[in-house]
C-alpha cells in the first residue's frame, strides 16, 4: 500500500477524498470491480447515489437494509457508497472491519441539525423521556440515543415503547411529525430537516399532478406535511420502489431524492416517473451530500483504502445499543 504523504494528508482534510488523477482510459468497472476480489473488500450503495455507483455495489438498499447487510457481511473492507452517518453506522455495527467513505465530506443537513453537545443539554429537560433517534444522525448523538429508527421501521419502534412513557423525536421534525399522525403519540420534536426533502413544492406538485392525472403521488416520510397530505403512498425509499412494482399503476410523481428513479426505472422499464419538483428551478431534489461520490472517489478510495471512518471505542460502545435494539424491533417485525 502507498504510504500516505503530507500533500494527501492536505487533500483529505480540505477536500474529504485524495486528490489523484484517473487515468481516462481505465474501465473503472472492471478496475473497481478487480479491486474488490483482491481487497476482499464489498461495496454498499443508498438508493440516492448515482446510478453508475448503484450498478457496480454488491448490495443497494435502504438505510435500514445498509445497516442490516453491515452487520452481517464477512468482507474485511466495507466501501460505503452514501453518506458520513450510514458508514459510520457501519463501523458500529462492524468494528473491526475497515469501512472506507470516496468523500469524507459527504454529509447530511438532518445529521448535521443535531450537534450531540446540544442536544444533551436538550435532552436534560426532560429526563423520563426515551430518546429515539432517526439514524440519520451522528454517532455522538446515537450514544445519547434509547432506540434508532430508520424510515422503514419507526413506526414499530414508536409502537414498541410502552404508552405512559414520553419520547423525544430527533433530530426530524417533518418524520417526527407523520409519526405522531400515525401512531397516534404526541412526542417532543428536535427541530431539524432534510434540506432537499424540505424543498419539494406542493404547488408545482399539484400541477404536474393535473397535468398527470393518472400518476399516483409517492413521498418519503421526509417531505414537509403539506407535500405528504398530497401523497396516495407514503414509505421509505425500499417502500416507495416495491409499492411502484405493483401492476395495478403505471406512473407516478416522485417525491424523495431523484436516484430512486434508477432503481424504480431498473424494475418496472415500461413504466413513467416523474420526479416531483422543488421550489425553484435548481435540481435540488438530488442530495448534494450523496452526489459527491463518484465513480472515480469510489476507485480511487479502494485502491488506497482512504479516506477511512474512524470512531473511538467508546463511542462505539455506547452508540450500539441504540441500533441492535433497532435491529431487534426490525426482525421481530419480519423487516427487510
Ligand atoms: P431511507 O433510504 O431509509 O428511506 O432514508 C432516506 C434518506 O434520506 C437517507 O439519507
Ligand atoms: Fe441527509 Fe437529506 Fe441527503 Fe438523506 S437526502 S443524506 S437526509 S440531506
Redesign the pocket.
Known amino acids: 500500500m502507498k504510504e500516505i504523504t503530507a500533500q494527501d494528508e492536505i487533500s483529505l482534510h480540505r477536500n474529504g477524498f485524495l486528490e489523484y488523477d484517473v487515468d481516462p482510459e481505465l474501465d473503472l468497472f472492471v478496475e473497481i470491480q478487480k479491486l474488490k476480489k483482491e481487497k476482499n473488500a464489498v461495496i454498499l450503495a ?3 447515489q448515482d446510478g453508475d455507483i448503484q450498478d457496480i455495489a454488491d448490495f443497494v438498499g ?3 437494509q445498509l445497516s442490516q447487510e453491515a452487520a452481517r457481511t464477512s468482507a474485511d473492507i466495507i466501501a460505503f457508497a452514501g ?1 458520513h452517518f450510514m458508514a459510520e453506522t457501519a463501523k458500529i455495527l462492524s468494528p473491526n472491519k475497515k469501512v472506507i467513505l470516496p468523500d469524507l465530506k459527504a454529509g ?1 443537513s438532518l445529521s448535521d441539525s443535531c450537534p450531540a453537545p446540544i442536544f444533551a443539554k436538550f435532552k436534560e429537560k426532560y429526563p423520563d423521556h426515551i430518546v429515539v433517534s432517526y439514524v ?1 444522525c451522528t454517532a455522538d448523538l446515537k450514544t445519547l440515543t434509547d432506540i434508532c429508527c ?3 421501521n419507526a413506526v414499530h419502534v414508536i409502537n414498541s415503547i410502552p404508552k405512559d412513557k414520553g419520547i423525544i423525536f430527533a433530530p426530524d421534525k417533518n418524520l417526527g411529525a407523520y409519526l405522531e399522525k400515525v401512531t397516534g403519540r404526541k412526542m417532543i420534536l428536535w427541530n431539524g430537516a ?1 434540506m432537499v426533502h424540505e424543498i419539494f413544492s406542493k404547488e408545482r406538485i399539484a400541477k404536474l399532478k393535473h397535468q398527470n392525472p393518472e400518476a399516483i403521488i409517492i413521498a ?1 416520510p ?1 417531505c414537509e406535511e403539506p407535500v405528504l397530505a398530497m401523497a396516495e403512498f407514503i414509505g ?3 417502500q416507495l420502489l416495491n409499492f411502484t412494482k405493483k401492476k395495478e399503476y403505471n406512473s407516478f410523481i416522485v417525491a424523495t ?1 431523484a436516484g430512486i428513479i434508477h432503481q424504480m426505472e431498473r424494475a418496472s422499464p415500461q413504466k413513467t416517473f416523474i420526479p416531483a419538483p422543488p421550489n425553484n428551478h435548481c435540481a435540488c431534489n438530488e442530495c448534494p451530500h450523496m452526489k459527491r461520490n463518484t465513480l472515480e472517489k469510489l476507485y480511487i478510495c479502494l485502491k488506497y483504502e482512504l479516506p477511512e471512518v474512524v470512531l473511538s471505542q467508546e463511542v462505539i460502545q455506547k452508540s450500539r445499543a441504540c441500533i441492535d435494539r433497532m435491529l431487534e424491533i426490525s426482525e421481530k417485525a419480519g423487516l427487510k
Do not use: A, G
Open positions: 443508498h438508493y440516492y435502504d438505510s435500514l453518506v447530511c440519520n430508520t424510515s422503514s432534510c418519503h421526509e421509505s425509499t425500499s431524492e
